[in-house]
T-cell receptor, first 115, second 113 residues
Framework: DTGVSQDPRHKITKRGQNVTFRCDPI?????LYWYRQTLGQGPEFLTY????????KSRLLSDRFSAERPKGSFSTLEIQRTEQGDSAMYLC?????????????FGNGTRLTVT | SQQGEEDPQALSIQEGENATMNCSYK?????LQWYRQNSGRGLVHLIL?????REKHSGRLRVTLDTSKKSSSLLITASRAADTASYFC?????????????FGKGTHLIIQP
């Protein structure tokens, strides 16, 4: 199955460390999204790419968060100087942007725990 | 910010019964989508209803949309234990916005055998 894959599934880090997550979207999808989900809440939109262009990044939670999608394929989300409040599930999703919007296909997420 | 608000926050029913979840939203939309999330997993798309549609069916799922009231409902008929999950509505705003979908807080559904 060539669904959306995320790596790692779990990450435990100490406060102040940097972390990077990877997302591999469905190959024919041109849009890639990052969401954050905390316990008991729905996913919160962070940023998205169309091919390699990052078209929306104002929703990134702080300047410690950054995302890249070199060559329009996989994407990485980096959090610098992690804080305990960054503990959450980070979800990646992809879709195909054609004449209309298509549903999102999500990966199983990376669960981050900051100690 | 989360536009959709699901109601109830939690629902527990017996297997075989029908489950109804509601969603309210605030702004104009292109479409509204429902997703399911099993514990510790990603979200799975269930059904999409466009703003010019009033009702849509998919298997045991029935979705309604009332754009005048800015609300939607998801009905799962003949529930099964495997339907136990959290269900989220998500709105796709009109106006060609570049943002991703906006999700509500979800309804946690428990189907008791």
């Amino acid at each position: 199955d060539t669904g959306v894959s995320q790596d790692p599934r779990h990450k435990i880090t100490k406060r102040g460390q940097n972390v990077t997550f990877r997302c591999d979207p469905i190959s024919e999808h041109n849009r890639l999204y990052w969401y954050r989900q905390t316990l008991g809440q729905g996913p919160e939109f962070l940023t998205y790419f169309q091919n390699e262009a990052q078209l929306e990044k104002s929703r990134l939670l702080s300047d410690r968060f950054s995302a890249e999608r070199p060559k329009g394929s996989f994407s990485t989300l980096e959090i610098q100087r992690t804080e305990q409040g960054d503990s959450a599930m980070y979800l990646c999703a992809s879709s195909f942007r054609g004449l209309g919007r298509s549903p999102l296909h999500f990966g199983n997420g990376t669960r981050l725990t900051v100690t | 910010s989360q536009q959709g608000e699901e109601d109830p926050q939690a629902l527990s029913i017996q297997e075989g019964e029908n489950a109804t979840m509601n969603c309210s939203y605030k702004t104009s939309i292109n479409n509204l989508q429902w997703y399911r999330q099993n514990s510790g997993r990603g979200l799975v798309h269930l059904i999409l209803i466009r703003s010019n549609e009033r009702e849509k069916h998919s298997g045991r799922l029935r979705v309604t949309l009332d754009t005048s009231k800015k609300s939607s409902s998801l009905l799962i008929t003949a529930s099964r234990a495997a339907d136990t999950a959290s269900y989220f509505c998500a709105t796709d705003p009109s106006g060609g916005g570049a943002d991703g979908l906006t999700f509500g807080k979800g309804t946690h559904l428990i189907i008791q055998p």
